[in-house]
């Protein structure tokens, strides 16, 4: 979608008047940084200071890759801080998302490299998840991201890595989520799909007494794709993208049309190099995002105005 019908933002379901806004001048520190992101992709500053200034109850998606613990030079956050460092950000977007909303955190584990855990798994992925639970978010589920050309990791005795976590949290108790959005393709051919579809017994119990209706399931389209999400890895870091962290886009793109509606708002506030926003404009969604480095915003302008989010555009298959 061009950045032109993103104005015309009444088509898409939600509109900017609809929500109070209007963008602000062009300052350091945004008297409104919703407007700013919404209108213009992208704001320049510290999402720690940015996201407390957004309305409460505005936004429907937060989906983010925040700095791993102790993994780039840009921003190194050690292990054993690391859920002290991120609760804050937390805290304000629990108060900025709607009722109806979700925050959705792409994470990695880390083997510690230092310390009394040195060679072992740090568990600051699992204690976050614990205080974000703590906190008042609805822990709702732990996907895989399953990576089929994951690079070789440096840290034996162990294979390499080819998973990360994405952990969905809801603000409230009926969060959206659009199951048909993703359904993938069902593996049976066309002649067998149609004679299921024409089943009028279509449960089939095991042994053991356990089954399901298939009947209510093949007239939805396609296969529950399960939540181990398999998308390849990006290498575009290698190809003049100027982030050393790159998202894949169909990553973003799964949980972007399960988890916020169409016209709805999504915020990234960890931008980087803008993935987020490019898929979730081009879906129909009010997007943007708040990026700390100033480089990476205008890589993330120029991504955004050639609607460019990926070299590798990536799938979405059924890894059952």
């Known amino acids: 979608m ?25 300052t350091a520190a945004p008297a409104c940084p919703l407007a700013d992101a919404l209108a213009e992709g992208f704001v320049h500053g510290d999402a720690l200071e940015l996201l407390p200034r957004l309305p409460a109850r505005s936004v429907d ?8 613990a102790d993994a780039r030079a840009y921003s190194r956050i050690h292990p054993d801080r690391y859920v002290e460092w991120f609760l804050p950000f937390a805290r304000a977007m629990l108060d900025a998302a709607k009722d109806s909303g979700s925050m959705i955190l792409n994470i990695k584990n880390r083997v510690a490299n230092r310390g009394a855990l040195k060679g072992q798994r740090h568990p600051y992925v699992y204690a976050l998840v614990l205080a974000l639970q703590h906190m008042g978010w609805r822990w ?36 959206h989520f659009d199951l048909d959005a993703v359904r993938v393709p069902y593996k049976a051919d066309p002649a067998e ?6 089943d009028t017994l279509g449960r089939r119990n095991t042994m053991a007494g356990f089954g399901r209706d298939r009947t209510k399931t093949y007239l939805l389209g396609g296969a529950d794709p399960g939540n181990v999400v398999s998308v390849p890895q990006t290498y575009n870091q290698h190809r003049g993208v100027a982030h050393t962290a ?14 916020s509606p169409a016209g709805g708002v999504v915020i990234d ?3 980087g ?14 997007a943007g995002g708040f990026e700390l480095h100033e480089e990476y915003v205008a890589e993330a302008k120029r991504r955004l105005a050639a609607d460019v989010a990926d070299d590798v555009p990536g799938s979405l298959t059924d890894a059952g």
Request: charged share 25%; proline share 8%; no cysteine.
């Open 2 to 26: 061009s950045h032109k019908q993103q104005k015309k933002d009444g088509n898409t379901g939600t509109s900017r008047e609809a929500l109070g806004l209007v963008p602000a001048k062009e």
């Open 61 to 68: 998606l937060f989906f983010m890759s925040p700095p791993y």
């Open 273 to 286: 190099s803008g993935t987020t926003v490019v898929v979730a404009r081009r879906l129909g969604r009010l």
């Open 246 to 259: 790159a998202m894949p886009e169909g990553l973003a793109e799964f949980f972007i049309r399960v988890a």
């Open 269 to 271: 506030p960890f931008a």
């Open 193 to 198: 799909i149609a004679r299921r579809k024409r």
């Open 140 to 175: 709702l589920e732990t996907y895989i991201w399953a990576k089929p050309n994951a690079v070789p990791g440096r840290f034996g005795p162990r294979t390499k890595d080819s998973f990360e976590y994405v952990y969905h949290f809801a603000k409230g108790v009926r969060p």
